[in-house]
C-alpha cells in the first residue's frame, strides 16, 4: 500500500519534470532548434497537424531552420502557422522549401524569455506540491482505514518529502540552465 502510493507520486514527477523539458525545449534562445517548430499546429487536409507530420524540419547552420513539406501545396498553410504562432520569425519560401531565419535576440525579449523560463518552472513546482498534498493526503488516508502504521505513515511522508525536494533542486537546475541557454549571447 505505502509503496504504491510512494511509486505513483515518483511517476507524476517524472512525468511533471519530463513536461517541464518538453515545455522549455519549445522556447526559443538564440539558435535554431526544429523543436521550436514541429509542434506548431497546421490547418491541413480539413484539420489541424503538427507540422512534424506534414514535412521534414532540419536545422543546416546555427541561425536557419529549413522546413521542406511532403506536400508542396502545404506551403502556405505552414507559412500562415508559423506567422500566427508567437515565435516572431518571418518565413520565407521557393515553392519548395520554407526557410526561417533565427535573428539573435533582443536582451528584452531574452528577459522576457527568462521570465516565461522561470514562472514555468514555478507552475511545475506548484504542481508538484499538490502532487505532494495528494500522495500525503491518501497515506492519510490509509492510516485512517488501518491500513498502515503511524510509523509507515511516518516514514511514507519523509520520503515523499525527500522526493519533493530532489525533483524540486532538479526543476531549479533545469530552470537555471535554460536561463544560462537563453542569456548566452
Given amino acids: 500500500m505505502l509503496n504504491d502510493v510512494i511509486s505513483e507520486y515518483e511517476a507524476h514527477l517524472k512525468k511533471a519534470t519530463e513536461a517541464l523539458r518538453h515545455h522549455l525545449a519549445s522556447i526559443r534562445t538564440g539558435r535554431a532548434s526544429s523543436a521550436l517548430v514541429e509542434h506548431l499546429h497546421v490547418e491541413a487536409y480539413g484539420m489541424t497537424m503538427p507540422l512534424n507530420q506534414l514535412a521534414n524540419i532540419s536545422v543546416p547552420e546555427p541561425r536557419l531552420i529549413v522546413i521542406q513539406p511532403y506536400d508542396a501545396n ?7 502557422a508559423i506567422q500566427q504562432s508567437d515565435l516572431g520569425l ?17 536582451e528584452e525579449r531574452r528577459r522576457e524569455l527568462v521570465k516565461m523560463v522561470r514562472h514555468r518552472v514555478e507552475e511545475v513546482k506548484i504542481s508538484v506540491r499538490n502532487q505532494r498534498r495528494d500522495a500525503i493526503d491518501d497515506l492519510k488516508k490509509l492510516e485512517a482505514e488501518k491500513l498502515i502504521s503511524e510509523d509507515e505513515l511516518h516514514r511514507g511522508q519523509e520520503r515523499i518529502q525527500q522526493l519533493t525536494d530532489r525533483c524540486t533542486r532538479e526543476l531549479d537546475q533545469i530552470g537555471a540552465e535554460k536561463e544560462a541557454e537563453v542569456m548566452a549571447v
Fill in 74 to 80: 502545404m506551403i502556405k498553410a505552414i507559412e500562415k
Fill in 90 to 106: 518571418n518565413p520565407s519560401n521557393d515553392g519548395r522549401v520554407i526557410r526561417l531565419p533565427v535573428p539573435p535576440l533582443t
